[in-house]
């Protein structure tokens, strides 16, 4: 009886556990980005915050504001980590708009648009 009780303890204990954790997975997406003009400097994004150009930040259609994405220039191997601040691209030819600074690191600043890769995590999104 005493391991009947000990064996069924266990099992709601484990179930518990399982329960408390979430399911964190890593996303990737191939396309095209490109980059915010710099008209759009100091004007406020959908999410409150102003665009500077010389912070890492992103435009996406979807994620949440917030989101941490990696972005990787597949013509180079460059990346670099951006925050999702803002509404957009709204043309289908482009998966993200990112900011200057995010553009010069990838190196394709002067080219306006560059093929990559973006990768973020769906823990918590």
Do not use: C
């Amino acid at each position: 009886m005493i391991l009947l009780g000990m064996f069924l303890f266990l099992q709601v204990h484990a179930q518990e556990d399982k329960t408390g954790q979430e399911e964190s997975k890593e996303h990737t997406k191939t396309g095209m980005a490109t980059y915010y003009a710099r008209r759009f400097e100091g004007r406020r994004t959908t999410s409150g915050k102003r665009y500077r150009r010389h912070k890492l930040t992103a435009a996406h259609r979807t994620l949440p504001f917030g989101t941490i994405v990696t972005v990787t220039n597949l013509s180079n191997g460059k990346s670099v980590d951006v925050e999702i601040t803002d509404r957009g691209p709204f043309t289908k030819r482009y998966i993200i708009d990112i900011s200057e600074a995010a553009a010069k690191a990838l190196g394709f600043f002067r080219k306006g648009q560059s093929k990559v890769e973006i990768s973020y995590d769906t823990k918590g999104v």
